[in-house]
Every structure is written in C-alpha cells, then in structure tokens.
C-alpha cells in the first residue's frame, strides 16, 4: 500500500512538471532538461586505484611516480565527455530581449556520485591508493555550471553566476582531440584546458561575465568578485576573449589574470588536503581550417605564470570545498609554462570521425623562459562512430612522454590510456 502511495506521488509530480513545462512553452518562457551520459573500458599502464569521484575516474597527463607499480584496468567516466544533467531556461521578453539561465551537474556514470577532485584528494591523504588530482568540480550541487542572465539582439548578453572561464570555451572548440577527457591534456586536467594554470578556475564562481558578436567577431570580458570585506582585489579575477569565425577559418584567444588562485594537494594526514596559494596569468590563441568538406586542422599556443599572490592566504584557512585542511602554502618563486598543440580530424563518412592531436608542455621552475624543468608531450587519437546525433561509439589513446629534471628521478619517464566506450546524449 505505502509503495504504491509513493508511485502515485511519484506520478502526480512527473505530470504536474511535465504540464508546467508545456505551460511554460505556451507562455514563451521554455526549460530543456539536457545531459550526457558517457563511459569507457580502459587501461592505464601506470596508476593507482579507479576513483569513484575524481571525474575522468583516472589521471592519465600527469606523471606517475615509480612507487606506482601496477596499471589499472576498468571502467572510466566519461571518456569523451564528462557524463552530466542539467536544465536550461529562455524567456522572451521582446524587442529582442531574452532572459536566460543554466544549472548543470557533472557526475561519474560507474558509480552515480557526484564529481569531487577535492574528495578525490583528501581520500588520498597521508597514503595515496587512487587517482586524484586539483579540478574545479567538487561536489557542489550544480558543479559545472549555474547563473543567469538577460540578452539583448544588438548590444549582447551579461550573465551572473558560476561561468566558464574563456580558455575553457576556446579548448571546448579548438582542441583537436574534441577536448576528450581521457585522450587529450586540454579536455582531462584544467590546469592546461581552462584555468590557466589553476584547475579550480576552469569555472569562476562570483563571475560577471559579457559577450557579444557583430558580424563575424566575438569578444566578452569576464569579471570575477572575491568577496572579501575590505580586500576588494583578495581572491578577485578577469579575463578577456575576443575572435574571428567566418566560413572555413576561425581564431579565438583570451586572457585571463586571478588573485589568490587556490590549488589543492592530497594533505599529509589521512581525509585532508593541502592548499597552495598563487596569483596566475595566463594567455591561450588557436585557430583551426576546414579544407574541403571531410578535414579539419587545429593550432594553438597557451602560457601561464604562476606566481606570489597578491593577498597572503591565512594559514588559519580550515576547509577547502568541504574538505579538512591541514596545510596552506603562498607560492614563491614565478613558475611559467608554454603549450604548444596542433592536430585534426577527418570525416571518413557521415558518421565515422578520426581525430589526432599532438601536444608540448614545458614547465620552467625559474620563471625566466630559459631553465625548462620538466617537458611533457603527448600525442592523442579518437576514432569516433556516430549512429544517431545522440548517441556513438568511441576507441581512444593517449601516450605521455615525460623528461627534464622533474622527472629525472622517481617517475616513469612514460605512460599511457587506451579505451573504448559509448556516449548518450539528450
């Protein structure tokens, strides 16, 4: 009796929202529900335990230590795109104008859990056993995205809430390897693929964010609030982005500059994290052409400096996203990174696609362009089936190569994933 009380509730909520959302339409004010739901079976040569939260389940571009001495075999999240649901809303409210909104939750499909890079990490303090890494989701409840805004049909749009930040909408377009979590450094770690050197500012909470396009051209501008009383620069940032797309050519870039950037390390006791704290910069242009109807070649540069910051972080500092903290550090000494990546794709038919990308990262300890620390290369392949336009097959690797000094002694000098798996999406 009670089991079947709650399938009634259940069922009379279903309909009430569905006869909302058909109201809604009617009265020009509509909500999408979207989402993507994607998993693969890999290997990785060298790692430690699957992560039921980290959101790429592994961490393939990063260096694995040579205390590491098995691989791992299972099932990833989100081997293309990290698996998700969300909601967007659209009102118009004429002459042009539009009110807008997006909420959206990213989640790992093995196991249903939230993603959390900052649960990834503090599951590892004191003695690692899983993969781990910083990211910019991290169990919040709309942890991908959130805010609102209003456009206009001329003078564009303006947005509050939890955005991207604009190397990340650049790498979404303009990686050649479809900015694949599992099989390209751009789409798995937003140090590279968005933060500019901080993943956690892949996505910007606090942010203001403009963009407009006349003609062919783009440009935004994006205004991050610190929220600090009495430090109105303490844990602020901005960022600027303008580009060209018109027929077979397009080129974007962007510039982005944080205070107090806030990076977080698996912590020296069992469930903490460690955090660091740094001032960053960072500078992204690519650009790609279409040749013919079946190629697409892709180009682009990114460098980024870390650096002091601004505001000395408290050492009083106890939480970071919810998790302990049992260590906080102000950077030092400047630390810049140049990337360098270019590959393609090339449509075979209407629905096979084979994508490569080969990419360069070197990190220089100085900060004087001159002293290379370290130097990773990777060269990534997807080849990707589509039945439907909401659902494909995929198979991918991705090889890193890793020399220099920082990793001269401890770590494998290479490493690599290869999997296959499928992707809905709604």
């Known amino acids: 009796m009670l089991n079947g009380i709650k399938k009634s509730a259940i069922g009379i909520a279903v309909l009430g929202a569905l006869a909302s959302a058909v109201h809604a339409e009617e009265s020009g004010n509509s909500i999408t529900v979207y989402g993507v739901a994607d998993a693969a079976v890999g290997k990785e040569q060298h790692s430690l335990n699957v992560d039921s939260q980290f959101p790429s389940s592994v961490n393939p571009a990063t260096a694995v230590k040579t205390s590491v001495p098995h691989s791992a075999t299972g099932i990833f999240n989100g081997g293309i795109s990290d698996s998700r649901l969300g909601f967007k809303g659209m009102a118009d409210m004429g002459d042009g104008m539009k009110a807008f909104l ?6 790992n499909l093995p196991t249903g859990t939230t993603n959390s890079s900052a649960g990834s990490l503090a599951s590892n303090g004191g003695v690692a056993y899983s993969a781990s890494g910083t990211g910019s989701m991290n169990a919040q409840l709309f942890n991908r995205q959130a805010f609102v805004g209003m456009s206009d049909a001329t003078l564009g749009s303006v947005s509050i809430g939890r955005q991207y930040a604009p190397i990340f909408d650049i790498a979404v377009q303009y990686d050649p390897v479809q900015n694949a ?3 390209s450094p751009l789409g798995q770690s937003g140090i590279y693929g968005g933060g500019g050197g901080v993943s956690e500012d892949t996505r910007m909470d606090n942010s203001l964010k403009y963009a407009n396009k006349i003609g062919s051209f783009n440009f935004g501008t994006l205004y991050k609030f610190g929220g600090v009383a009495g430090q109105s620069s303490a844990k602020s940032g901005f960022a600027l982005n303008a580009g060209y797309e018109e027929g077979n050519l397009g080129i974007q870039a962007a510039y982005e500059a944080f205070n107090d950037a806030l990076k977080g390390a698996s912590g020296a006791a069992a469930n903490t994290v460690s955090v660091t704290a740094y001032d960053t910069k960072a500078f992204m242009i690519a650009a790609k052409y279409k040749i013919g109807e079946q190629t697409t070649v892709k180009a682009g540069y990114e460098t980024f400096t870390l650096s002091q910051p601004t505001e000395a972080i408290s050492l009083a500092t106890t939480y970071y996203y919810g998790q302990t903290v ?20 090339y449509n075979f038919t209407d629905h096979f696609n084979l994508a490569a990308g080969l990419y360069s990262i070197t990190a220089d300890q100085s900060g004087d362009g001159k002293t290379p620390s370290g130097t990773s290369r990777y060269i990534g392949l997807l080849a990707d089936y589509h039945y439907t336009k909401y ?11 890793f020399s220099g000094p920082a990793y001269a002694t401890g770590y494998y000098t290479s490493n690599y994933i290869v999997a296959a798996g499928m992707r809905y999406r709604f």
């Open 391 to 401: 659902f494909d097959n995929y198979l991918g690797v991705m090889e890193g190569r």
């Open 181 to 183: 979590q599992l099989f």
């Open 326 to 345: 049992n260590a906080v550090t102000n950077y030092g000494t400047a630390q810049k990174t140049n990337l360098v990546f270019v590959g393609g794709d």
């Open 102 to 107: 997006v909420v959206e939750e990213g989640f």
